[in-house]
């Protein structure tokens, strides 16, 4: 691989450039023509990487996969390891093209937020059915409702942990939230309590009680001065009426 086959380059924060350009020049060296693209997506292809705290996460996308590729790459993935080079996500077009209804959120995401360094530009090309995504959500938001009833049974009488319960409930559940609002048309911020605050007004739901699961920092088994078990039902019951919603849309 030559310098010239490096496209957008300069729109990678410096950092980046200096990790991840070498990287893939040692991946082209060993795949040769069985590479076709590049990506990197997430923080790095974005504003908020942060130098020596993000992951640098990377695509490689490929005509053909055997076993092989995994096995010759091993040197290059655990070197750039040690520099917050992620192991790369190994794909073909094929698996790309066959698994859209199986990862819509996913591949969206990477659609959305991409910067190609080499090759195919594969994904801004993707085309992402909406019930496709309608359908992830709605399995995202009822399973959580189940396995938080199920939780509480476990830890109830314990009195300690549903406070991380919700908090990571919640925390999990925000890509859900940014999906949904994209699927009422509308683009989804990307402060996550703004995007609560989105949600809740697009499907009438009680902002206070996940702002106030979101906010709280306390870890004392409260929210908002209340007893955590006060807001597990609230949050139950706004969490219910979101599944049903979905399940409507």
Do not use: W
């Amino acid at each position: 691989m030559n310098k010239e086959n490096i496209v957008n380059e300069g729109k990678l924060h410096i950092e980046v450039q200096k990790k991840i350009i070498p990287y893939i020049k040692k991946m082209s060296d060993i795949h040769g023509d069985n590479l076709i693209a590049v990506f990197v997506y997430g923080s790095a292809a974005g504003e908020n990487y942060i130098p020596k705290v993000s992951d640098i996460n990377s695509v490689f996308v490929f005509k053909n996969f055997e076993f092989s590729i995994l096995r010759s790459s091993l040197s290059v993935v655990s070197k750039g390891i040690f520099k917050k080079i992620a192991a790369p996500l190994f794909l073909t077009k094929d698996y790309i093209n066959s698994s859209l209804d199986v990862f819509p959120i996913e591949f969206l995401d990477m659609k959305e937020n991409h910067i190609l360094l080499y090759g195919e530009d594969i994904f801004s090309g993707l085309e992402i059915k909406g019930e496709h995504i309608r359908l992830f959500c709605e399995q995202q938001v009822k399973g959580k409702l189940i396995r938080i009833r199920q939780a509480y049974l476990e830890v109830g009488l314990k009195k300690k942990g549903l406070e991380s319960l919700l908090k990571e409930s919640l925390n999990s559940l925000i890509p859900i939230f940014r999906n949904l609002i994209r699927l009422k048309g509308k683009q989804p911020s990307v402060n996550k309590a703004e995007i609560i605050r989105q949600l809740c007004q697009m499907f009438e739901l009680d902002k206070n009680v996940f702002l106030s699961i979101y906010k709280d920092s306390s870890n004392d088994e409260k929210i908002a001065n209340q007893e955590v078990v006060v807001f597990l039902e609230k949050y139950l019951s706004q969490i219910e009426k979101l599944a049903d919603m979905v399940d409507k849309l």
